[in-house]
């Protein structure tokens, strides 16, 4: 890799929005990291990125873990010189209504989808502040925006996420780093289509725009706002739903 080329790390990068912020990003001319849990999920996106011609890199880390996040951090800081951009993509649900959820429902979707923001961005921010440049985008939800039955958890951690976004950006500014949420909609991804057709299609009539969103277009949102041309643009929440939601 050249002495200039960017470094990205997007968490979760071999899930579906996560493998297409990828995709795209290396394409843009950033070198890729992501984590892995599985060895063999890791190995396939490997195959993938080398297939597309694209060289990245994976490191083992639980996002959940501070620990492990801060080894991973340290262990890209060495291995490729610098973290420019961090897209905090990981991410779960545990879904049900409140009545009925066991707290490790509500423990393991706020460790994976908010804790995990501080634990990656907390070792990584330094270095960007040093250097003078840094992009931190945190992938939430439009069911962080509106609230969504059945999802306290979730929709409680994805609107934390751009409470941490708007407070750090005012932290950061002045050094070049800017840091900026999107609130993706209905996505078409694993997660999503594996919904039965029948619920899917009742989705599909709230979404003006008349379809599920496309992870690439995820991936082209996330691409404007790590690039030079986006330094104006921090402490926003960008909401690509296909107008399910305006607010
Ligand atoms: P996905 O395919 O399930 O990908 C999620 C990724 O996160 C996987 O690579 C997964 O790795 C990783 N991950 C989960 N827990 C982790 C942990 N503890 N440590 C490390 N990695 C972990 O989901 P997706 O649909 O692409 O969603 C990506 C993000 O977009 C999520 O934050 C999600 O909430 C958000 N989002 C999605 C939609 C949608 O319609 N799909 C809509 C709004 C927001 P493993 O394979 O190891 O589990």
Not at 8 to 24: D, E, F, M, P, Y
Not at 80 to 88: A, F, P, S, T
Not at 226 to 240: P, R
Request: hydrophobic share 40%; net charge negative; with cysteine.
């Amino acid at each position: 890799m050249s002495e200039d080329q960017r470094v990205a790390l997007v968490t979760g990068g071999c899930g579906g929005i996560g493998s297409a912020v990828c995709k795209r990003l290396a394409a843009d001319g950033f070198r890729i990291t992501t984590n892995y849990r599985s060895e063999e999920k890791a190995s396939k996106w490997l195959q993938e990125m080398e297939d597309l011609g694209f060289s990245a890199a994976v490191y083992k880390a639980d996002v959940r873990d501070f620990n492990e996040c801060q080894q991973m951090v340290s262990d890209i800081e060495k291995d490729l010189g610098r973290i420019d951009v961090i897209v905090n993509n990981a991410g779960i649900t545990r879904d049900t209504t409140l009545r009925k959820m066991e707290k490790s429902q509500w423990d393991d979707v706020m460790d994976t989808n908010l804790d995990s923001v501080f634990n990656v961005v907390r070792p990584a921010l330094n270095g960007m502040l040093e250097r003078g440049f840094g992009r931190i985008v945190n992938i939430a939800s439009i069911n962080g925006q509106k609230g969504q039955l059945g999802q306290t958890n979730y929709c409680a951690a994805k609107a934390g996420m751009h409470g941490f976004t708007k407070a750090l950006a005012q932290e950061v500014a002045y050094k070049g780093v800017t840091v900026n949420t999107v609130s993706p909609g209905y996505i078409a991804t694993d997660m999503v289509m594996a919904v039965p057709e029948a619920i899917r299609e009742k989705i599909i009539k709230q979404i003006p725009v008349g379809r599920l969103g496309r992870p690439e277009e995820i991936a082209a949102a996330v691409a404007y706002l790590v690039s030079d041309e986006a330094a104006f643009v921090t402490g926003s929440d960008l909401s690509i739903n296909g107008g399910q939601h305006m607010s």
